[in-house]
């Protein structure tokens, strides 16, 4: 896999195509994993054993929570996105955008005891994510065979994955809430298919689905590995 340097993550792009329709099945791609910031670092840096129980919360099957606020504020951010565009271009890329930046139904994380993934499946196609932290921006081919480009990190936030692909960049921010345990999501999403086409942002959030018995451990999962207990 070609680790991805130059030019950076979010850095400025040249003019790119105005080709437009593809749009919905590249985005829908890398949702199933805002513009594009800096990550900001734990004020404390944690140590290996406490990061890696943060990670480890994150192990399971979440299943979306469809909530009508959320999703009016979803459809909103996009008709302010848009606003500056031709009529034309609005009556075009408005159904798009709605469809495609739909919250997928679940999210799949799993934890090998050393490591996090991501399972993404995309039109029955599965696609095992290492969820690598602190590394430069990682170039991968998604189930169709199109390049994107992805950079995970910790934050004080939470967990937060950069990613680009050929008509939009965005990020992904993942927390779990202390409060009711469910997983929240902060998508911003920079359409770059287009000129004068504002930031979209949005949230999602997703309850846990318990399995159904100790012996019913999901069969796609990497091997797995038994994390040696360390001193805090």
Known sequence: MARVAEPPLGAARPARSRRFVPLAASLACVLLATSPGTAQAESSPLTPTALADRLAAFDGVWQRIELPDEDHARLASIDRAIDDLSWILRKMAGPVLRNSTAPPPKLDFFWDGERLYQRVEING???????????????????????FVSQWAWTAEGLQVQWEQRQARGTNLYRIDPRDQSLRVRHLIQITALDDVSPIEYSSRFRRTPLPSVSAARSDRPPTFVREPTER
């Not at 196609?125 to 199109?146: A, F, H, K, Q, W």
């Open 125 to 147: 196609d599965r696609d095992i994510r290492p969820v690598e932290l602190g590394t430069e921006p990682v170039e991968r081919l998604d189930p169709r065979g199109e390049p």
